[in-house]
């Protein structure tokens, strides 16, 4: 069975201490990785896609790398303006469709 | 900005009436996506579309069923709801000429079933 697994489900951390989120997958068929960010209340926010391993992504402070079974998120000294949950999901070949982790709930602290 | 608009982005609703969620793009895009989320689940995929009046289902998708007669517009029902619909639904589109190219998230809307 495809499945999408993210650890931790919660993560706290203090204002510039840099740590990673792990998405690891168990798919058929990977035709891309996607990294999301959820705030209360809104709709995901796309951040990278991802679509063979070594592949590696930036943007401001997060970093994401992909390998043949997992994916890294990784946060640079975070702000608490990082805080949200992120997700990650899996396009899957031939299913047509995004197969979704259940996310990490980010909490940067000041 | 994906251009991408729900609505209504709140509704409370009773078991057995039926409710339609719109969904509505300013781009043009071929594929749009309902889905729902839920804790301990997560969003998952209740139809889709490829195409004006070309739709097929998701993985949840009993209990629902969608229309597109527009190019610029999804729309889901619940033809009776039910509590277990109780939900928060979120529609997307692909930006790409293929389907598995990346996703943008409309606002979602709120749905309570009492």
């Known amino acids: 069975e495809d499945q999408v697994t993210q650890s931790p489900e919660a993560l706290r951390l203090q204002e510039g201490e840099s740590s990673s989120l792990n998405c690891s997958y168990t798919?058929?068929?990977?035709?891309?990785l996607f990294w999301y960010r959820q705030d209360p209340g809104k709709g995901p926010e796309f951040l990278f896609t991802?679509?063979?391993a070594g592949e590696e992504k930036e943007k401001e402070r997060l970093k994401a790398t992909l390998t043949k079974k997992e994916s890294f998120l990784h946060i640079t000294a975070p702000k608490p303006e990082d805080s949200a949950t992120y997700l990650c999901?899996?396009?899957?070949?031939?299913?047509?469709?995004?197969?979704f982790g259940q996310g990490t709930r980010l909490t940067i602290n000041p | 900005d994906a251009g991408i608009t729900q609505s209504p982005r709140h509704k409370v609703t009773e078991t057995g009436t039926p409710v339609t969620l719109r969904c509505h793009q300013t781009e043009n895009h071929r594929y749009m996506y309902w889905y729902r989320q839920d804790p301990g689940h997560g969003l998952r995929l209740i139809h889709y579309?490829?195409?004006?009046?070309?739709?097929d289902k998701g993985e949840v998708s009993d209990g629902y069923s969608v229309s597109r007669s527009k190019t610029e517009d999804f729309l889901l029902t619940l033809e009776s709801a039910t509590s277990s619909q109780t939900s928060v639904y979120f529609c997307a589109i692909s930006a790409g000429l293929v389907q598995e190219e990346t996703q943008y998230f409309g606002p979602g809307t709120r749905l309570l079933v009492l």
């Open positions: 798919v058929s068929g990977l035709r891309g």
């Open positions: 991802l679509y063979s």
């Open positions: 579309s490829y195409g004006v009046k070309d739709t």
């Open positions: 999901a899996v396009y899957i070949q031939g299913a047509q469709k995004l197969v």
